[in-house]
């Protein structure tokens, strides 16, 4: 099992940048795939982004690619999510995920125009 505690989330302005991070505990983490999904108000969560166990594999939604980016650091057991060329629309509450199964209690991301 693998528990899992975003930080990073914030106000900023249309065009700015954040950086999610997200602290994983247990001992399974170096060998389970990472992802970071959203919820924005009255919508269903979807998925942003994923990275394999080693890191040498990414895979994004076409609606952040070529501004987010994530990585991981399993020396730390940590994930991170870059997030560049922010937008309103990228206003959501970001969730941490851990093999397709858990997710932490989330960060709240908002972009102001």
């Known amino acids: 099992q693998v528990q899992l505690v975003e930080s990073g989330g914030g106000l900023v302005q249309a065009g700015g940048s954040l950086r999610l991070s997200c602290a994983a505990s247990?001992?399974?983490?170096?060998?389970?795939?990472m992802g970071w999904y959203r919820q924005a108000p009255g919508k269903e969560r979807e998925f942003v982004a994923t990275?394999?166990?080693?890191?040498?594999?990414?895979y994004y939604a076409d609606s952040v690619k070529g501004r987010f980016t994530i990585s991981r650091d399993n020396a730390k057991n940590m994930v991170y999510l870059q997030m560049n060329s922010l937008k309103p629309e990228d206003t959501a509450i970001y969730y941490c995920n851990a093999a397709g199964i858990w997710y932490g209690q989330g960060t709240q991301v908002t972009v102001s125009s």
């Open positions: 990275v394999n166990w080693s890191g040498g594999s990414t």
């Open positions: 247990g001992r399974s983490f170096s060998r389970v795939d």
